[in-house]
C-alpha cells in the first residue's frame, strides 16, 4: 500500500505573531482503506542564527468531521495554524527576513509512514522593526543621550 504525504502552508510569508495555515494531504494509492493514527507537524528556525525564537503550532486536524481514514485511492486533508515568533533577524543576504522549516509525518493503520517534503515559512517583519528602531532612536531627547555618554 502506497502512502504519500504532500504539505503545503498558506500564506507562505507573515509577520511575526500572524497566522499561517499548514495544509497536509494524506494520498492511498492501495486497494483499501487506511486509518491515520497519528499525524505530526515539525516547525523548526531554517535561517536563524540568533534571538529569540518560538512556534505556536496547532495539531493536525480533518478539514471534515473527525475522520481520520483515507480511502482506497483516495486522500485526506488535514490542517493546523501556525504563527512564528522570532525576535530578531537572520545574518546574511536577507536578513528582513526569518524562515522556519514545516514539514509533516504521518503514520496509517497499516503500519505505513509517510513524509511531506519540508516548505519553508517565512516571518517578514524584521525590516520594518529596524525601521521602527532607527525611528524611535531619532525621537529621543539629544540631551538625554548626552547625559548618559551616547552622544
Known amino acids: ?3 504519500t504525504c504532500t504539505l503545503a502552508v498558506s500564506p507562505e ?10 495544509t497536509a494531504t494524506v494520498a492511498n494509492s492501495g486497494g483499501a482503506d487506511v486509518t491515520v493514527t497519528l499525524a505530526e507537524l515539525f516547525v ?7 534571538g529569540s525564537v518560538s512556534v505556536a503550532k496547532g ?7 473527525n475522520v ?12 493546523a495554524k501556525v504563527i512564528p515568533f522570532a525576535s530578531s533577524p537572520a545574518t546574511g543576504v536577507n536578513a528582513a527576513e526569518a524562515k522556519f522549516s514545516v514539514d ?5 493503520s497499516d503500519g505505513s509512514v509517510a513524509d511531506a517534503d519540508a ?25 538625554a543621550l548626552s547625559a ?4
Open 104 to 108: 509533516a509525518r504521518v503514520w496509517t
Open 59 to 65: 495539531e493536525l486536524k480533518p478539514v471534515v468531521g
Open 119 to 143: 516548505v519553508i515559512l517565512t516571518q517578514l517583519d524584521f525590516a520594518n522593526e529596524a525601521q521602527r528602531a532607527v525611528l524611535d532612536f531619532s525621537q529621543l531627547d539629544r540631551s
Open 44 to 50: 523548526s528556525p531554517y535561517s536563524l542564527t540568533d
Open 148 to 151: 548618559v555618554g551616547v552622544m
Open 13 to 22: 510569508g507573515v509577520q511575526a505573531g500572524q497566522p499561517t495555515e499548514a
Open 68 to 79: 481520520m481514514t483515507v480511502p482506497a485511492g483516495g486522500s485526506l486533508t488535514l490542517k
Open 1 to 3: 500500500m502506497a502512502i
